[in-house]
Nanobody, 130 residues
Framework: AQLVESGGGLVQTGGSLKLSCAAS????????IGWFRQAPGKEREGVAC????????YYADSVKGRFTISRDRAKNTLYLEMHNLTPEDTAVYYC????????????????????????RGQGTQVTVSS
């Protein structure tokens, strides 16, 4: 079983990309799954995820309104559509299962993580030039 990302590349500021995460050996829709990114010298950031089987979603504030997470059950594939990209979006993007949200007592999402032992792809590089 594995996850394989694709769709990364070099794009200018303001451009768009659509990332794909193809699952094999398991049914993607049965898992809490999302997208993460990590830039050199920075901590891993949870970008977007499905919060429940009914399709609820979470987006990091840094991407809200610009990125859209979706999934195709027939193709067993997760997507991340990204618009209005900026150099700050430059990172390796990867998908992972067993995603969880850390929520404060007042209902604010503090972090998005992935439990150890889940599936994780190798990542795809997104580079946004200024």
């Amino acid at each position: 079983a594995q996850l394989v990302e694709s769709g990364g590349g070099l794009v200018q500021t303001g451009g768009s990309l659509k990332l794909s995460c193809a699952a094999s050996g398991f049914t993607l829709a049965e898992y809490a799954i999302g997208w993460f990114r990590q830039a050199p010298g920075k901590e891993r950031e949870g970008v977007a995820c499905f919060t429940n089987a009914d399709g609820g979603t979470y987006y990091a504030d840094s991407v809200k309104g610009r990125f859209t997470i979706s999934r195709d059950r027939a193709k067993n594939t997760l997507y991340l559509e990204m618009h209005n990209l900026t150099p700050e979006d430059t990172a390796v993007y990867y998908c992972a299962t067993d995603v969880y949200l850390l929520i404060s007592h007042d209902g604010i999402v503090q972090d998005m993580g992935a439990k150890p032992g889940g599936y994780r792809g190798q990542g795809t590089q997104v580079t946004v030039s200024s």
